[in-house]
Every structure is written in structure tokens, then in C-alpha cells.
């Protein structure tokens, strides 16, 4: 019988590694994962092989992708409190991770999971190390890898702690939109994320950055993802328009909060200046082609289903959303 192909996977604890893992087994993939520590992913009655290291550890990087037949990079680090810790994990460890594959697995596939923020890099200092993070994964890669980078957009679903700031900010008395033009942002549930990572595993065109959106690829503005939460949570949007350089004001407060805690925050200045970003929206020529991935859930049941796991969490009443 022949062995289910190896996929070597990094990032597997965080929240879209955990749908990626669910995903990748259901098709019959064969795991091995970089793990930190302690920290274990759920694995169920999973066939997984763990190697102990971090992204600094080039032994470790070499025996995780050793005879895999494709290797996912999901991780990377979202809020630091400088720019130097976001190159740090999202530029060098991505580079020495390429570097392995090129020593110990270069016929690998390479599946390089990165931002749609990567398109402007010169929004913020994560924005930026997402860039920096792609182009030197593919440099060090060398010029005969087989490699494919994708740019989600906003992902949600359960199981996003981050996410949960949505929450917090439609139950708020009244709920900031920047003033228009209004901002476009392309949204995609994480399940179809892990669907389109696990299609580009072994098909689809090599050596190519495409973005991930879900059926509505231009995007939705901001008013209109807090309608539709608002009316499943059955509570009234009270929408105040705010100059951007309110925005930017309450980033560069955050920032100085972060400084004098000495906790990186997932909001500052460079995230301000993303949310004022006017394109986030994206197209159908940016997409994997339809043979190898189309996403399937729409906004509307994505929403639900993570309107679902707030309940599971008891922050919205079982008996509240329609």
C-alpha cells in the first residue's frame, strides 16, 4: 500500500492552523508539525509526527521538512511591539525555513501563507514584514522551487481570539466608521482558507502569489459587516463617522499603552493606517484558478457560524440572534 503523502506544516496551534490541520487529515495527508514547547495543537486520533523548535532552529527546520511532499508556512507573529520583532519571525524565519526545504526537501511545494496587507507594505510595520517575508522565502528557495504564496484577506470563523474584538465593538454604544470614502475590505472564512491551502498542496500553478477571498472578491464595506452582525445579534448600529486622524490619534495612543506595559497590541498606528486603507478589496484575476479552489462559504453563514462560537463562549445570550 502506498504511503499518504507528508505535509509539514508550521503555525498548526494558532487559529487558522487549527482548521488547516482539520482539513489537511480529512484529505488523507500524513502531518508533521513544528511545535514550540509545550504548546500542542488538537490532535484528535490524528496520524501527526511532532518536531520540537521554532523557527531560529535550523536543525529543526531541516527534520520537519525532510521528505515531505509539500510544506505550509502559517506561522508568523501578528502584533510585536517593534518592527524588528516582526522581521525577525515573519522575514528571517520564513527565509531560514526556505532555506531548509532547498537543503533537506527540495522537491517540496512550498505553500507560503501570507497578508493581503503584503500589497501595501508601506502601511505598517507588519504589512511590511509580510513582504520582506515573501521575497526572501522565495530567494532562498533559489530559482528552480516549487513554491505558491497566498494573500488571505480578513480570515474569521471560530475559534479567533482576535476576531473577538468584533464583538466587543458592536455591543459599544455607538460603533467608529471612517468617514468616506468608505473602505473596502475582502473577507474569508477560515475553513475555505484551509480549503484553498490544501488544493494548492499538490496542484495549481507554481511560482505565482495569488490573494483568498470568498465569493464577493471586491469586498464589503465596514458599515455593512456591522449591519449584518447587529441585526443577528438583534441590537441597533449606531454608526459615527470619525476623521482618519482620529484614528490615527487612538493607534499612536495604543502604541505608548503597548510601551509602557511592555504588551504588543494587534492595534496602533500601522493598523489604523490599515483599517483607513481604502482597497482591500480584491478580484477574480488575483484568485487560484476555479480547477483548484473556489470558496464555498458566503459571508451571511460564515457569520453565522461564527456567531455560533461566541454563544459556545457564552458572549451572546443562545436565545438573542435570529
Not at 529543526?60 to 505550509?72: M, P, S
Not at 528552480?144 to 504564496?149: Q, R
Amino acid at each position: 500500500m502506498m504511503k499518504a503523502p507528508l505535509v509539514a506544516v508550521t503555525g498548526a496551534t494558532g487559529f487558522l492552523g487549527r482548521h488547516v490541520l482539520d482539513t489537511l487529515a480529512g484529505k488523507g495527508w500524513r502531518l508533521r508539525l513544528l511545535i514550540r514547547g509545550d504548546v500542542l495543537p488538537r490532535l484528535a486520533t490524528r496520524s501527526v509526527e511532532l518536531v520540537r523548535g521554532d523557527l531560529a532552529d535550523e536543525d529543526a527546520l531541516q527534520r520537519l521538512v525532510r521528505g515531505a511532499t509539500a510544506v505550509v508556512h502559517l506561522a508568523g507573529l501578528i502584533k510585536a511591539k517593534r518592527r524588528a520583532d516582526f522581521l525577525a519571525v515573519n522575514r528571517d524565519g520564513s527565509a531560514r525555513l526556505a532555506a531548509a526545504i532547498a537543503a533537506a526537501a527540495p522537491g517540496a511545494r512550498c505553500v507560503l501563507i501570507s497578508s493581503l496587507s503584503a500589497r501595501e507594505p508601506h502601511l505598517s510595520d507588519y504589512a511590511g514584514s509580510k513582504q520582506a517575508g515573501e521575497a526572501a522565502a522565495i530567494a532562498a528557495l533559489g530559482e528552480k522551487a516549487d513554491w505558491v504564496v497566498l494573500r488571505p484577506g480578513v480570515i474569521y470563523g471560530p475559534g479567533d481570539r482576535e476576531g473577538l474584538a468584533l464583538r466587543r465593538l458592536v455591543s459599544a454604544p455607538f460603533i467608529p466608521v471612517p468617514r468616506a470614502p468608505e473602505p473596502r475590505i475582502s473577507f474569508v472564512h477560515a475553513r475555505d482558507v484551509a480549503a484553498a491551502i490544501a488544493g494548492v498542496c499538490l496542484a495549481g500553478p507554481s511560482n505565482a502569489v495569488f490573494e483568498v477571498a470568498d465569493e464577493r472578491s471586491g469586498g464589503y464595506g465596514w458599515r455593512e459587516i456591522m449591519r449584518r452582525l447587529c441585526e443577528m445579534l438583534r441590537c441597533e448600529p449606531r454608526f459615527v463617522p470619525v476623521p482618519d486622524s482620529m484614528f490615527l490619534a487612538s493607534g499612536a495612543m495604543a502604541d505608548a499603552w503597548s510601551s509602557i506595559t511592555g504588551r504588543p497590541s494587534l492595534f496602533g498606528r500601522g493598523k489604523a493606517r490599515e483599517i483607513l486603507h481604502r482597497d482591500w478589496g480584491s478580484s477574480a484575476e488575483r484568485q487560484l484558478p476555479s480547477l483548484v479552489w473556489v470558496p464555498g462559504i458566503p459571508l451571511q453563514a460564515g457569520l453565522q457560524d461564527m456567531l455560533g462560537w461566541w454563544t459556545s463562549l457564552g458572549l451572546v445570550n443562545a436565545a438573542a440572534p435570529a
